[in-house]
C-alpha cells in the first residue's frame, strides 16, 4: 500500500517538470534573433593578435537579456485575451526588428511601454471584472431575498 502511494508521488513529480514552456521560448527566441555582422578590434598582448569582438559580446549580452524578457513576455501574454495579443505581437516584432539595427535603446524603450501598457490595462481589467462580480452577486442576493420574502408572504 505505501509502495503504491510512492509509485504515484514519483509519477507527479514527472508531471511537473514535463512541460519547459519558458526554456522552449528562450531557445526559440535565441534562435530567432540574428548576430550583428562582425566589428572587431584587434589589440596585441604577447606578441599576438588577440581578437575581441567588441560589438558582437554586446549584441550577444542583449539578445540573451531580450530573449529572457521576451520569454517571460510570452508566458504573460499567453494568459490574457487575444484581444491584447496584437500589440504584444507589435511589440515583439519592433523590439526584434530595432534590435538588428543600431537603435537598441529604443527598441527595449518600445517593449517596456508596450508591456507595462498591457499590464496595466491587464489590472484594470482584474479590477473591473471582480468589482462587477461583486455588485452582479450583491444584486443578486438583494433580488433573491426580495422574491424569497415574497413568495414567503404570499
Known sequence: ??????EKDDVNEEKVGAEPTIYLYFTAIVHFIPLPEKSSVVRKSNDRDCEMDIGT???????????????????????????????????????????????IYLSTLISFYYFFIIIIIKIYLTYVELILRIYLSIYLSIYLSIYLLQSVHI
Open 1 to 6: 500500500m505505501i509502495a503504491g502511494n510512492q
Open 57 to 103: 559580446i554586446t549584441k550577444l549580452i542583449l539578445r540573451i537579456y531580450l530573449s529572457i524578457y521576451l520569454s517571460i513576455y510570452l508566458s504573460i501574454c499567453l494568459s490574457m485575451s487575444s484581444i491584447y495579443l496584437f500589440h504584444i505581437y507589435l511589440s515583439i516584432y519592433l523590439s526584434i526588428y530595432l534590435l538588428q539595427s543600431v537603435h
